[in-house]
T-cell receptor, first 114, second 115 residues
Framework: GAGVSQSPSNKVTEKGKDVELRCDPI?????LYWYRQSLGQGLEFLIY????????KSGLPSDRFSAERTGGSVSTLTIQRTQQEDSAVYLC????????????FGEGSWLTVV | SQQGEEDPQALSIQEGENATMNCSYK?????LQWYRQNSGRGLVHLIL?????REKHSGRLRVTLDTSKKSSSLLITASRAADTASYFC???????????????FGQGTILTVHP
């Protein structure tokens, strides 16, 4: 597609369940980023991929959070044993170059943990 | 923690007026970017200004950067109701360091333009 595509757009899950959020970046973009936006914390960086490797995963809040990227394209963010504080919008972004000067965001996945 | 701090937190104006939002940051930067977000969903990139630039224009947008004061401003001229959104500044990288698009966002300004 023309833009960064994320799915699901909305997800309601029960506390303790695992969730997977998917990101399909713009074709050809080598860099991919996950951010989280929540009421209390604003926009936070989670993890950065260059190709399939993640040189910076410093923003992942706990070991319940993991992400992978395959084929230099699609990425999946997995949250295990979800907690209510995980409720947020999870935004994926991609950029065509390593310096990331122009970053394109998807519409986000709105996660609600009940 | 958020590096950028924006003010005002909320701005309410009438259509046709100009809107000015300010952003301050703490560390050295390679560039500063402004984004717009409608209804809490995807962010749209508006403009990027590099650390060696002082002013940049794009349509009705004017961005200034003062690295000595570690501050930036976004001016939207002749505002329209459709400009109603949240606006965020974001800083990327450190001068002399490697910038890979890891952005640090401000808390944002909620702009409401009344028709």
């Amino acid at each position: 597609g023309a833009g960064v595509s994320q799915s699901p757009s909305n997800k309601v899950t029960e506390k303790g369940k695992d969730v997977e959020l998917r990101c399909d970046p713009i074709s050809g973009h080598t860099a991919l980023y996950w951010y989280r936006q929540s009421l209390g914390q604003g926009l936070e960086f989670l993890i950065y991929f260059q190709g399939n490797s993640a040189p910076d995963k410093s923003g992942l809040p706990s070991d319940r959070f993991s992400a992978e990227r395959t084929g230099g394209s699609v990425s999946t963010l997995t949250i295990q044993r979800t907690q209510q504080e995980d409720s947020a919008v999870y935004l994926c972004a991609s950029s065509p170059s390593v310096d990331g000067n122009t970053i394109y965001f998807g519409e986000g996945s709105w996660l609600t943990v009940v | 923690s958020q590096q950028g701090e924006e003010d005002p937190q909320a701005l309410s104006i009438q259509e046709g007026e100009n809107a000015t939002m300010n952003c301050s940051y703490k560390t050295s930067i390679n560039n500063l970017q402004w984004y717009r977000q409608n209804s809490g969903r995807g962010l749209v990139h508006l403009i990027l200004i590099r650390s060696n630039e002082r002013e940049k224009h794009s349509g009705r947008l004017r961005v200034t950067l003062d690295t000595s004061k570690k501050s930036s401003s976004l001016l939207i001229t002749a505002s329209r109701a459709a400009d109603t959104a949240s606006y965020f500044c974001a800083t990327g990288g450190n001068a002399g360091g490697t910038s890979y698009g890891k952005l640090t966002f401000g808390q944002g300004t909620i702009l409401t333009v009344h028709p």
